[in-house]
Nanobody
Framework: QVQLVESGGGLVQPGGSLRLSCAAS????????TGWYRQAPGKQRELVAL???????NYGDSVKGRATISRDNAKNTVYLQMSNLKPEDTAVYYC?????????????????WGKGTLVTVSS
């Protein structure tokens, strides 16, 4: 199993920056991809950014150019740096870890979610 704990959320003014952290524990070696997703009230969860075990990255269209995902393997932590924040970035941000395991229920890779951290962008 993998446990994920997010931190770094809070209230930020428009145009500001923040860095979110996702600390992983448990079966770290089984993780293939770690991603950040977000869900705003009344909206579906969407991809913000993800990073693979070999360092490849991918970003959601809504944050391209404003977000950077990185990892510190020594700390088992993935970071999401976001700048030029907008009110529409307000959401609960979740960390996700996809593993080499198989989930027979969803018939796909076994993955884990953190509990989320709230980011509010407002003046």
């Amino acid at each position: 199993q993998v446990q994920l704990v997010e931190s770094g959320g809070g209230l930020v003014q428009p145009g500001g920056s923040l860095r979110l952290s996702c600390a992983a524990s448990g079966s770290i070696s089984s993780i293939t991809t770690t991603g950040w997703y977000r869900q705003a009230p009344g909206k579906q969860r969407e991809l913000v950014a993800l990073i693979t075990s070999v360092g490849s990255t991918n970003y959601g269209d809504s944050v391209k150019g404003r977000a950077t995902i990185s990892r510190d393997n020594a700390k088992n932590t993935v970071y999401l740096q976001m700048s030029n924040l907008k009110p529409e970035d307000t959401a609960v941000y979740y960390c996700n870890a996809q593993t080499r395991g198989w989930d027979p229920v969803k018939k796909g890779p076994l993955d884990y979610w953190g509990k989320g951290t709230l980011v509010t962008v407002s003046s």
